[in-house]
């Protein structure tokens, strides 16, 4: 069973920096591609970044682009969520995901597994 496990959250004023990472344990991390995903109150769940197995490939939302950077380790089971410039409409809890199938992680839809989650709070 896989399991993932989030940290790094916090509050941040506008303009600042955050990195959220994320850990799975259970199975073989380098199987998996891995992302981020975040909901805002009163929002629907939005994919914000995927990584490859590999980490050769990269997707990111618009509203994220030039921003964020992910990134993972897999000699550490690890994945990175490097936010710079933040904007107060960042402000979610930031979900990591991982399933072996790059379409469903990054179509959000049937993912294998999911975090608990990370609060991340944007000041104006």
């Known amino acids: 069973q896989v399991q993932l496990v989030e940290s790094g959250g916090g509050l941040v004023q506008a303009g600042g920096s955050l990195t959220l990472s994320c850990a799975l344990s259970?199975?073989?991390?380098?199987?998996?591609?891995m992302g981020w995903f975040r909901q805002a109150p009163g929002k629907e769940r939005e994919f914000v970044a995927a990584?490859?197995?590999?980490?050769?490939?990269?997707n990111y939302a618009d509203s994220v682009k030039g921003r964020f950077t992910m990134s993972r380790d897999n000699a550490k089971d690890t994945v990175l969520l490097q936010m710079n410039s933040l904007k107060p409409e960042d402000t979610a809890i930031y979900y990591c995901?991982?399933?072996?199938?790059?379409?469903?992680?990054?179509?959000?839809?049937?993912?294998?597994?999911w975090g608990k989650g990370a609060l991340v709070t944007v000041s104006s």
């Open positions: 995901a991982a399933d072996q199938n790059w379409f469903a992680l990054v179509s959000g839809t049937g993912v294998g597994y």
């Open positions: 259970g199975r073989t991390f380098a199987t998996y591609a």
């Open positions: 990584v490859s197995r590999g980490g050769a490939t990269t």
